[in-house]
């Protein structure tokens, strides 16, 4: 195992998780109750964050093909969740944990990597009984599990790397995605118009997932300046990719979304091109990113040549 410098250690760590036993979703919270919301007019997921939901073609279908696509979405959105957590944010905390990359960390963070483990096994346990519940209260079956787009990209990055770097590849991501605002988490909850189940377990999620961000904060602040050189000329330039792969809609998914409508191949594709126009998904990719930026330029990220410029062309900055 590579010894690396001290890099930040000595910096003052100030844990979130000293409450975690009273706060936390797997330590505290009791599990959301659906109650027979699905009679009125309550969706299951916030029509502004689903462009395909608003298209002419798929209103043109009626409510009740609106309000599904909602629900497909949803259950898009649980996958995305159970497969992150699971594959990448779960294994990264636990190496962190076991010291298995070398970084030097306080003893206190070092214990919460493993707070945070058990954070997201309960967030993914959670996801199957939600599905259940949410299939069961909606009528609709979900579609198959299936690997989402950024983890099939993230698994092609990783086989084009050398096996010493792709945990660090997997740390950086981790990094990425668990410092990433997403509004599934800040918007869905207090949207009054989506079912009360729904709106709790997003609510307990961003709960947790606002201590993990300050975390992961902390991690990229501490373990960047640790990278060697030839590590930073790697990992540096992966960094735009990595943003754009989190913060992209998956259109994979979308397209079986559409077809499950029972939309024709040429007008799933229509909707797809229409709705999921380039300038506004770069757009949205840009606003996204800003504050992780602002994290990355404070750590000293940008400050590298090969990562700035790889940031620039992804039009980041």
Same mark, same amino acid.
């Given at each position: 195992?590579?010894?690396?410098? !001290?890099?930040?250690?000595d910096?003052?760590?100030?844990? +979130?998780?000293r409450?975690? %036993?009273?706060r936390?979703?797997?330590r /505290?919270?009791?599990?959301?109750?659906?109650?027979?919301?699905?009679?009125?007019?309550a969706l299951?997921f916030?029509?502004?964050?689903?462009?395909? /939901?608003g298209?002419p073609?798929?209103?043109?279908?009626?409510?009740?093909?609106?309000?599904?696509? &909602?629900? &497909?979405?949803l259950?898009?959105h649980?996958?995305?969740?159970?497969?992150?957590?699971?594959?990448?944010?779960?294994?990264?905390?636990? *190496?962190?944990?076991?010291g298995?990359?070398?970084?030097?960390?306080p003893?206190?963070?070092?214990?919460d990597?493993?707070?945070?483990?058990?954070?997201?096994?309960?967030h993914a346990?959670? #996801?199957?009984?939600?599905? %259940?519940?949410i299939?069961?209260?909606? @009528?609709?079956?979900?579609p198959?599990?299936?690997?989402? *787009?950024?983890?099939l990209?993230?698994d092609?990055?990783? /086989? /084009?790397?050398?096996g010493?770097?792709r945990?660090?590849?997997?740390?950086?991501? =981790?990094?990425?995605?668990?410092?990433l605002? #997403?509004?599934?988490?800040?918007?869905?909850?207090?949207d009054p +118009?989506?079912v009360?189940?729904? $709106?709790?377990?997003l609510?307990?999620?961003a709960?947790?997932?606002?201590?993990? +961000?300050?975390?992961?904060?902390?991690?990229? !602040?501490r373990?960047?300046?640790?990278?060697?050189?030839?590590?930073?000329?790697?990992?540096?330039?992966?960094l735009p $990719?990595f943003i754009t792969?989190?913060?992209?809609?998956?259109?994979?998914?979308?397209?079986?979304?559409?077809?499950?409508?029972g &939309?024709? !191949?040429s =007008?799933?594709?229509?909707?797809i091109?229409e709705a999921y126009l380039?300038?506004? *998904?770069?757009?949205?990719i840009?606003?996204g990113?800003?504050?992780?930026? +602002?994290?990355m =330029?404070?750590? @000293?990220?940008?400050? %590298?040549?090969?990562?700035?410029? !790889?940031f620039?062309?992804? @039009?980041?900055?």
């Amino acid at each position: 195992m590579l010894l690396r410098g !001290a890099g930040n250690v000595d910096q003052i760590y100030r844990s +979130r998780f000293r409450d975690w %036993d009273t706060r936390s979703a797997v330590r /505290a919270k009791s599990l959301p109750v659906f109650t027979n919301e699905r009679a009125g007019d309550a969706l299951f997921f916030m029509p502004e964050l689903v462009p395909a /939901a608003g298209h002419p073609a798929v209103r043109a279908l009626g409510p009740e093909a609106v309000r599904q696509a &909602l629900t &497909l979405h949803l259950f898009e959105h649980l996958n995305f969740t159970d497969a992150l957590e699971n594959e990448v944010v779960t294994p990264v905390a636990y *190496t962190l944990a076991r010291g298995q990359l070398g970084f030097s960390l306080p003893p206190s963070m070092v214990t919460d990597a493993r707070k945070i483990a058990v954070d997201e096994m309960h967030h993914a346990l959670l #996801t199957g009984g939600f599905i %259940d519940d949410i299939a069961a209260q909606s @009528g609709i079956m979900p579609p198959p599990a299936r690997r989402p *787009t950024f983890l099939l990209a993230l698994d092609e990055i990783k /086989a /084009a790397h050398d096996g010493s770097v792709r945990p660090l590849l997997a740390l950086f991501f =981790a990094i990425v995605s668990e410092t990433l605002i #997403t509004g599934t988490l800040t918007k869905v909850p207090n949207d009054p +118009r989506v079912v009360a189940g729904v $709106r709790k377990i997003l609510q307990d999620h961003a709960e947790d997932e606002a201590r993990h +961000r300050f975390y992961f904060a902390e991690v990229l !602040a501490r373990c960047w300046p640790q990278l060697t050189s030839s590590e930073r000329a790697i990992v540096g330039p992966m960094l735009p $990719r990595f943003i754009t792969l989190f913060l992209s809609p998956d259109l994979l998914g979308v397209q079986a979304l559409l077809h499950r409508l029972g &939309l024709s !191949a040429s =007008a799933c594709e229509r909707v797809i091109e229409e709705a999921y126009l380039p300038a506004g *998904t770069g757009s949205a990719i840009r606003s996204g990113s800003e504050a992780i930026l +602002r994290l990355m =330029a404070r750590a @000293g990220v940008l400050d %590298d040549p090969r990562t700035a410029d !790889a940031f620039h062309d992804a @039009g980041l900055v």
